[in-house]
């Protein structure tokens, strides 16, 4: 945003936000653009902080031995084995998505 900004700056216009912290920021004039980019800095910050504190959570939670979170799966392992054995025999991964009740890509990446 930043970039944006004093693109718009050097081709001699400005960036006005409504509303930013409560009133108009007018990035044309010296403490529009000062507030804008304190403001920037502020959203930056936070989510860099907010990063930070994902990958500590992750991995804490990868050498504690837990669960890491996100989607559970779908497919166990013996259903992935069944699908290879299938495609391996001739079977085609459309055909072994179909009996399995697979999306046809995650068929075709078991090969």
Same mark, same amino acid.
């Given at each position: 945003? #930043? @970039?944006?900004v004093e &693109?718009l700056y $050097?081709?001699?216009? $400005?960036l006005?936000v409504l509303n930013?912290g409560g009133?108009?920021?007018? =990035? %044309? =004039?010296?403490?529009?653009? +000062?507030?804008? =980019?304190?403001?920037?800095a502020?959203g930056?910050? &936070?989510? &860099?902080?907010?990063? &930070?504190r994902?990958i500590?959570?992750?991995?804490?939670r990868?050498n @504690?031995g837990?669960?890491? $979170?996100?989607?559970p799966? #779908?497919?166990?392992?013996?259903?992935?084995r069944? @699908?290879?054995?299938?495609?391996e025999?001739?079977?085609? %991964? %459309?055909q072994?998505?179909r009996?399995?009740? +697979?999306f046809r890509a995650t068929s075709? %990446?078991?090969?």
């Open positions: 945003m #930043l @970039a944006f &693109e $050097g081709r001699g216009s $400005g006005r930013l009133g108009d920021v007018d =990035t %044309a =004039t010296p403490i529009g653009f +000062m507030l804008f =980019t304190i403001m920037a502020l930056q910050m &936070e989510h &860099e902080i907010k990063r &930070e994902v500590d959570s992750i991995t804490k990868r @504690a837990k669960d890491r $979170g996100g989607r799966q #779908l497919i166990v392992d013996s259903r992935i069944n @699908a290879r054995r299938l495609i025999g001739g079977e085609t %991964a %459309a072994v998505a009996d399995l009740g +697979m075709r %990446a078991l090969r």
